[in-house]
């Protein structure tokens, strides 16, 4: 069998995956400006950076949020971006948080995802390009729309911390 050298292992991984720990999302919002995607990997844990930078999927059932009750607002967690309310958030029995609204309509983008042999509404963090999960129109009223979004992509902050995070400005990537 051929070895490959060192050196090219290591550009390999570098191209399939990350590995660096996780930071607080203020750090990664100070910064936010000047990141590409690359340089996510330095900023976002591997099972964030996954699904945030990689479009992955989170285990249903295996999140923080999908159960969580708080009153706050959740946030990107390569951002730090107000993307979702707790008073928007429903259980809906997925395995993931659900939402039937963003906390804005300009806080999230909505592309059209072929992938997996599905036909499926990916929703993104506009303010980073962040992979958050996908829309589904069976969700509850006022909206019946259905955000299901992967917890890993998110972080919570109590409704009396909210002030505290601003919200990110512009696309990095
Ligand atoms: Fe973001």
Known sequence: MTRLPLLALL????????????PAPAAAQASSD????SSWCGVL?????RVLREQGTEPR???????????????????????????AKFKSNSGWPSFYAPTA????????????????MEVVCNAC???LGHVFEDGPPPTGLR???NSVAL????????????PASRPVD
């Open 11 to 22: 550009a390999l991984a570098s191209l399939v995956g990350c590995n660096a720990q996780q």
């Open 34 to 37: 000047s990141l590409r995607a």
């Open 45 to 49: 844990s591997p099972d964030a950076y």
């Open 61 to 87: 059932f295996s999140g923080e949020f999908w159960l969580h009750e708080e009153d706050g607002v959740y946030v990107c967690m390569g951002c730090g971006a107000h993307l979702f309310d707790s008073g």
């Open 105 to 120: 309509a300009e806080g999230v983008g909505e592309h059209l995802d072929l992938s997996h042999g599905m036909r499926r």
């Open 129 to 131: 390009g962040g992979h």
């Open 147 to 149: 955000y299901c979004i």
């Open 155 to 166: 972080d919570f902050v109590p409704r009396d911390s909210v002030q505290l995070v601003a």
